[in-house]
């Protein structure tokens, strides 16, 4: 069967989409939102009770900053695409607040209705994830750190988003304890992501190879994102 083409920009602008909308439908169904979320989330919802000045998407880039510069470390080198990557994790950081906006009409109060919103934050992650693994486009620093530690230590990369996940999960347990003494902003959602974001995102990923051949619409702009 021949393949269609998916344009790896296209893939880039559809990754950032859909990994801020899942986090946003993962907060409006309040079982927990991801792993990767979580920490910044549950700082976020402790600041907020002191000040509404510093967004989500704001703790986000900087946190993300922060991840970059520790890959960087690890691998012992810096690559221009990191600088993109931190471009990257600021529009990440706008998308997260514009999805949170434009999800909060939705009324989440039954069960049922809870548990369909989380469901969809989980696919669209998931979904997202996948997508930014085939854009050529430096991504966020939380995937910028899974794709460059499983290129430098030869591992797969979709084991090592898994113990990237669960590593995160962690930590947020961590600053619950310590902020709120319970947990505010994680719960069984959290848990339940943990255990299923990896293998979803690795059906995505092969039903997308299988379906599209990816090709940038711009072949020297790719060349210079791979310096």
Request: glycine fraction near 6%; hydrophobic fraction near 60%.
């Amino acid at each position: 069967m021949k393949k269609s083409v998916f344009y790896k920009e296209v893939a880039y602008v559809l990754a950032i989409l859909f990994i801020a909308l899942g986090v946003a439908l993962a907060a409006k169904a309040g079982f927990g939102v991801s792993m990767i979320a979580a920490p910044m989330y549950t700082f976020h919802l402790w600041l907020a009770q002191y000040t509404e000045l510093i967004t989500l998407g704001t703790l986000e880039y900087i946190f993300q900053g922060i991840i970059i510069l520790s890959i960087a470390f690890i691998v012992r080198h810096f690559k221009i695409s990191y600088l993109f990557s931190f471009a990257t994790s600021v529009f990440s950081g706008l998308a997260i607040d514009f999805m949170f906006w434009l999800v909060s009409p939705l009324v989440a109060e039954t069960l049922f209705v809870r548990i369909v919103v989380f469901a969809a934050s989980i696919l669209t992650c998931a979904f997202g994830v996948s997508c930014i693994f085939h854009a050529y486009v430096s991504p966020a620093g939380n995937e910028l750190f899974v794709k460059e530690f499983a290129v430098h230590f030869e591992k797969d990369i979709h084991k090592v988003k898994t113990i990237y996940d669960i590593t995160f999960l962690v930590i947020s347990v961590a600053l619950n304890l310590l902020l709120f003494r319970g947990f505010v902003g994680i719960g069984i959602g959290t848990v339940i992501t943990a255990v299923l974001n990896g293998p979803i995102i690795s059906v995505f990923a092969h039903a997308l190879e299988k379906r599209f051949e990816f090709k940038a619409a711009f072949p020297k702009l790719e060349e210079y994102f791979e310096k």
